[in-house]
């Protein structure tokens, strides 16, 4: 049977905690495997089943909740952290998740219907202008 | 269970963890990733002082600088990249470096191809492992008592025995039957220093034959070359503390390692190509009608630059020797150019994958020839050490950590 | 539409994607099958010898086999991609997207193929992410 997993990251800004998400799943009643983890949960199964559930979850706090994929499954002794520490994926879905903040936000924006601002596309300085102020500061 | 820290780029890319950690598993360890907060990894860049571009660099860095600091415990430290990164191989040496200079660890670094040679890999891992559980042992400096090194080498048996701190009878042989050849030799090395077999408080083997030997033997020390040779080499050499590059090219393979007080931290071997090694020395010796014990004081009347070479190889490259014989060029150039053709296929096959250190010590059978010697001393643009008996250096450390089982 | 993700493995960008209605091919995906063959027993990855070899249809054999393996995993998303949004400057590119000549070279295969591509900075504060999230929406809406 396919397997999907994923991971499933709370903002920092959302007021939902990863046992709220465990046990919403729980609820759920569905066929799947839901672990808690410190930045949200790890869910798996197969993959329509983990669609439905993610969709339901993400009503929760449409803006709170993000995922992606997993390419390990549950458990795997290969990316387990307690066998070996931390894999490089780890530093990396640390600094995503601390940015969700920024995304909560622009995510806010984009829904409201706001455009993009130009994009400050800043030229280096001339030479000359900086030469004027290396000799002011001489 | 021993830890080892891995700090690495590529390896789960290019097919090759799973090697290694079945290495490290067979040598009773265990690969493991130093915890880094992400929050972390900036300062210890800054800390380090090298700013790659590769997050999985900064990573490796951020990791390293943990366990300098004390942060994460671990018992040794694998540092590995990529074979032909530019980037990745700056970080490697210098974080070996910054491991060494903060940490009593010991540590091997290693550069792979995704046709990364598993007997290769394992004999580092053995290497760490003896490192981490030998520590006190291989830290002897002197040998103590009455004691025998045997090198059982897949060309010569070599045996050597030792009373307080001085070679005091030795002796070799082309090896034949493993046992034969070395009890042959061991038993001359005795009669030459006067002593009987009851005499000897300690045996240690080293080589392709030392676990046959060391059982026949009783041996207490049954020991991988690397370690061994490295210490070996170091007390002949009397530089048994700093750094150093050990270059072994032998009749049929060769090794250069790198050592930082008399214990190995990087080495790359050899074996695949004739043209690098004493074979192809004897090849030219038969041509040129010479012993190849005398190919080198025939080479040192040469000139290496008079004869056109097209090729390392021992088949192709031997044809330009004797073609160059024909044109009526001397044998002391023909000499000269084939001991500087296998020095210099020795540096582009394997001392362009370790950092060459100072000094360099040239041990191995082909470092009787004197010509090797002065070639390998052109191409690195330094002369390497000779020490005495260099080509004993894997029976003066079997000798000499042996005895370290003497005391206590 | 099918949407190459790059960094392939980055959450915002996976999320964002399947957000706006569209599938994001991400390398996770492709790792998910790899792990699940039980025929190659190649641990963590299941990356092979046979892999790395495959990568030479990206990549000369004169580049590092680490360059090599990433490309064979994920040079297929690139070629069957329909569009793609490509994010510069992502400052936490580990692990698998550790290598940045793999992902200089994944960016120029991205452009050389010509489809619709989207290119943003990885935002530091809010105003960025305000700029980068609203044009992805917009790229995102905008594909047929």
């Known amino acids: 049977m396919k397997r999907e997993t994923r991971l499933i990251v709370i903002s920092p800004l959302s007021e939902i905690t990863p046992d709220q998400i465990t046990r919403a799943v729980y609820a759920m009643g569905h066929e799947v495997t839901v672990k808690e983890t410190c930045y949200g949960a790890l869910l798996e199964g197969p993959p329509e089943t983990v669609k439905e559930v993610m969709d339901d979850l993400k009503k929760m706090d449409p803006l709170g909740i993000y995922s992606k994929i997993r390419g390990f499954p549950l458990g795997d002794p290969n990316r387990c952290r307690a066998q070996h520490g931390s894999r490089p994926g780890f530093s990396q879905l640390q600094r995503e998740w601390q940015d969700l903040a920024l995304v909560e936000k622009g995510l806010q924006c984009a829904l409201r219907g706001e455009e993009a601002e130009e994009d400050d596309d800043r030229a280096p300085m001339p030479v000359k202008e900086l030469q004027r102020i290396c000799e002011e500061v001489e | 269970m021993i830890k080892i820290a891995q700090l690495s780029c590529g390896t789960e890319y290019s097919g090759v963890q799973y090697e290694i950690e079945k290495a490290s598993r067979s040598v009773g360890a265990k690969m493991v990733h130093p915890d880094v907060e992400t929050s972390e990894i900036d300062r210890c860049i800054r800390e380090f002082g090298f700013k790659p571009v590769s997050a999985q660099l900064k990573l490796m860095i951020a990791r390293a600088v943990h366990l300098a600091e004390g942060r994460y415990d671990a018992d040794a430290v694998f540092i590995a990249s990529c074979f032909r990164c530019a980037e990745g191989a700056l970080v490697r040496n210098e974080l070996r470096r910054y491991i060494q200079e903060h940490t009593d660890l010991p540590v091997v670094t290693y550069s792979f191809t995704e046709r990364m040679k598993a007997n290769q890999l394992l004999t580092r891992m053995e290497a760490l492992v003896t490192i981490v559980s030998r520590k006190e042992l291989l830290a002897r400096e002197r040998q103590i008592g009455i004691t025998a090194g045997i090198d059982s080498g897949s060309t010569t048996t070599k045996s050597l025995v030792m009373a307080d701190n001085k070679i005091v009878g030795m002796s070799w042989t082309p090896s034949g039957e493993v046992l034969e050849s070395a009890e042959s030799t061991l038993n001359d090395a005795l009669e030459q220093a006067g002593l009987k077999m009851s005499d000897l408080e300690a045996i240690g083997t080293t080589g392709y034959g030392r676990y046959t030997v060391g059982k026949k033997m009783d041996a207490k020390l049954v020991q991988e070359e690397l370690t061994t040779n490295s210490k070996g080499a170091v007390w002949l050499a009397g530089r048994q503390q700093g750094e150093a590059t050990i270059l072994d090219i032998g009749g049929m393979d060769n090794k250069a390692i790198t050592v930082r007080d008399g214990i190995p931290d990087n080495f790359t071997m050899g074996g695949i190509c004739a043209g690098a090694s004493g074979r192809f020395l004897e090849i030219v010796s038969r041509r040129l009608k010479v012993e190849v014990t005398e190919l080198g004081a025939l080479a040192d009347d040469g000139d290496w630059r008079a004869i056109n070479m097209n090729s390392y190889c021992s088949v192709f490259g031997i044809q330009d020797l004797v073609t160059s014989l024909a044109e009526g060029h001397t044998r002391a150039d023909v000499a000269a150019a084939a001991c500087h053709s296998v020095a210099e296929q020795i540096y582009e096959q394997q001392l362009q994958e370790i950092d060459v250190r100072d000094p360099v010590i040239q041990v191995g059978g082909t470092s009787l020839i004197s010509g090797m010697v002065t070639a390998v001393g052109d191409i690195l643009g330094k002369e390497p050490i000779v020490p005495p008996r260099s080509q004993y250096i894997g029976s003066v450390g079997g000798a000499l950590l042996s005895s370290g089982f003497l005391e206590g | ?144």
Not at chain 3, 81 to 102: K, L, N, Q, W
Request: net charge negative; aromatic share 6%.
């Open chain 3, 1 to 144: 539409m099918k949407i190459f993700i790059d960094p392939p493995n980055s959450l915002i960008l996976f999320d964002l994607v399947e957000r706006f209605g569209h599938e994001p091919l991400s390398v996770m995906a492709t790792i998910q099958e790899r792990v699940d063959n039980l025929e190659i027993d190649m641990p963590p990855m299941n990356v092979t010898l046979d892999d790395v070899k495959k990568g030479l249809d990206y990549a000369g054999i004169e580049v590092p086999s680490g360059i090599r393996g990433r490309l064979a995993v994920w040079g297929p998303l690139i070629d069957n991609a329909e569009a793609a949004i490509i994010m510069e400057d992502a400052p936490y590119s580990f692990g698998c997207v550790g290598c940045h000549r793999t992902n200089l070279l994944v960016e120029f295969l991205v452009r050389k193929r010509g489809i619709p591509t989207l290119e943003i900075n990885y935002p530091h504060e809010e105003g960025e992410a305000r700029n980068m999230v609203i044009k992805v929406k917009e790229f995102l809406e905008g594909l047929q």
